[in-house]
T-cell receptor, first 111, second 112 residues
Framework: DQQVKQNSPSLSVQEGRISILNCDYT??????FLWYKKYPAEGPTFLIS?????DKNEDGRFTVFLNKSAKHLSLHIVPSQPGDSAVYFC??????????FGKGTSLLVTP | DADVTQTPRNRITKTGKRIMLECSQT?????MYWYRQDPGLGLRLIYY???????NKGEISDGYSVSRQAQAKFSLSLESAIPNQTALYFC???????????FGPGTRLTVL
């Protein structure tokens, strides 16, 4: 049973607007949450993370919000740029430092 | 130079053949992982290793085996490849102190 879920397979946003990617999880023992960006024919690259003891982490245009009670996190990209077009994976870390991934959301930022 | 390298990058093989995918890292990390990506399924964990003497099964280990030859090397083997093992395979490493996980570029394996 999938412990990390990204229910939107795709998202299209206009350049300059906000992109919001959502992720839900079921295991309350996850201690760290990460977002990865992936281009075709490349490995996932780390984007931003958040510890389970925090509710917000910001890095430039990227902000991750964590709502532990709802077991929900989101990634906000503001402003969105065409170069942000990629597949975004939400991942949650377990005690063995292995990552449990969602199925990904394909983001398209249109000019 | 890349911190995590995988060889080969692409491989086409036939059903029943033995295949080995290799991974090397220069990050000095103790933990290494093999993941598999299938369209629409995200990345799933096959095996992971905390150090040279430690091997652990992941979510989908059936049909696979691994070997941790050194801290920097972690190989994945398919003893008898089957078509549903056609996928993109990623090696990853992580540091126990920070937990950051870094991925290799991937190996595209096709089993005919």
């Amino acid at each position: 049973d999938q412990q990390v879920k990204q229910n939107s397979p795709s998202l299209s946003v206009q350049e300059g607007r906000i992109s919001i990617l959502n992720c839900d999880y079921t295991n309350s023992m996850f201690d760290y949450f990460l977002w990865y960006k992936k281009y075709p024919a490349e490995g996932p690259t780390f984007l931003i993370s958040i510890s389970s003891i925090k509710d917000k982490n910001e890095d430039g245009r990227f902000t991750v919000f964590l709502n532990k009670s709802a077991k929900h996190l989101s990634l906000h990209i503001v402003p969105s740029q065409p170069g942000d077009s990629a597949v975004y994976f939400c991942a949650a870390r377990d005690s063995g430092y292995a990552l449990n991934f969602g199925k990904g959301t394909s983001l398209l930022v249109t000019p | 130079d890349a911190d995590v390298t995988q060889t080969p990058r692409n491989r086409i093989t036939k059903t029943g053949k033995r295949i080995m995918l290799e991974c090397s890292q220069t990050k000095g990390h103790d933990r290494m992982y093999w993941y598999r990506q299938d369209p629409g399924l995200g990345l799933r964990l096959i095996y992971y290793s905390f150090d040279v003497k430690d091997i652990n099964k992941g979510e989908i280990s059936d049909g696979y085996s691994v070997s941790r030859q050194a801290q920097a090397k972690f190989s994945l083997s398919l003893e008898s490849a089957i078509p549903n093992q056609t996928a993109l395979y990623f090696c990853a490493t992580s540091d126990w102190t920070s937990g950051g996980t870094f991925f290799g570029p991937g190996t595209r394996l096709t089993v005919l």
